[in-house]
Nanobody, 123 residues
Framework: QVQLVESGGGLVQPGGSLRLSCVAS???????????MNWYRQAPGKERELVAR????????NYADSVKGRFTISRDNAKKTVYLQMNSLKPEDTAVYYC?????????????WGQGTQVTVSS
């Protein structure tokens, strides 16, 4: 059974940093490497929004304008893990952050979601 498990959330002061991790279990590392990985977030009362995405090999990344220059997505296919390094955090970054796996270009299969990890930016 495939599971995505996020970790690394917590309470941080404005201007601080956090590193989120998402580990995929139930995947072989070969299967994991056929999935593009996304980080989404959802703040209270708001729709879920795409924050960052990374292609299967990690060769291409994209970011929401609101986090560009502050967040960095990366992946380690051997460890079946995707990361989100978040720097210069702002109160408006407060949300539940979700990991999402979708088949990469040329591949097919189901998509998967993690259970989410809470990030709170407050003084």
């Amino acid at each position: 059974q495939v599971q995505l498990v996020e970790s690394g959330g917590g309470l941080v002061q404005p201007g601080g940093s956090l590193r989120l991790s998402c580990v995929a279990s139930g995947f072989t590392f070969i299967t994991f490497s056929t999935y593009a990985m996304n980080w989404y977030r959802q703040a209270p009362g708001k729709e879920r929004e795409l924050v960052a995405r990374i292609t299967t090999t990690g060769g291409s990344t994209n970011y929401a304008d609101s986090v560009k220059g502050r967040f960095t997505i990366s992946r380690d296919n051997a460890k079946k893990t995707v990361y989100l390094q978040m720097n210069s955090l702002k109160p408006e970054d407060t949300a539940v952050y979700y990991c999402n796996a979708v088949p990469g270009s040329g591949f097919w299969g189901p998509s998967y979601w993690g259970q989410g990890t809470q990030v709170t930016v407050s003084s």
